[in-house]
């Protein structure tokens, strides 16, 4: 990565206070979206703003379940040592869970996109898509 750049690594679920990604989740039970990125030394250096988004689509019913307007699908700053999230040249976080899907959504197929723009005139965007993953039936 060239030092004016930023982007997303990676985005992908897992389960609450887990280390790993997973692919299905039980439909009685939530589940957290993380990103991974990094600032080139010169974006860092400079405190650009960045703001993150998460989209979260329901493949199968062809719906959007976590709508990247919604306040908890967005992580907004200024990446530089005084921002509580981005204060290093990498930024793993954990956004709020997404609430269990229920039984009406069990073998629905779903992905999460992440979408990163860091500066104000002529952005830096980068683009994220998850592995797919799976609602199975619920847990007792």
Request: proline residues 6%.
């Amino acid at each position: 990565m060239h030092a004016n750049d930023a982007q997303i690594v990676r985005v992908y679920t897992k389960r609450k206070d887990a280390t790993i990604s997973d692919q299905t989740y039980p439909s009685n039970q939530k589940f957290v979206i993380t990103i991974e990125a990094e600032a080139g030394t010169q974006v860092f250096a400079d405190a650009m703003d960045y703001h993150i988004r998460v989209v979260v689509r329901d493949l199968t019913g062809m719906s959007v379940v976590l709508d990247p307007n919604d306040p908890d699908a967005q992580l907004k700053g200024r990446i530089r040592g005084a921002d509580q999230y981005w204060n290093t040249l990498d930024l793993t976080h954990d956004f709020p869970e997404v609430p269990a899907q229920g039984e009406s959504k069990e073998g629905h197929v779903y992905q999460v996109i992440a979408h990163l723009t860091v500066g104000d005139v002529n952005p830096n965007i980068s683009f994220a898509v998850s592995p797919l993953f799976c609602i199975t039936p619920a847990l007792p």
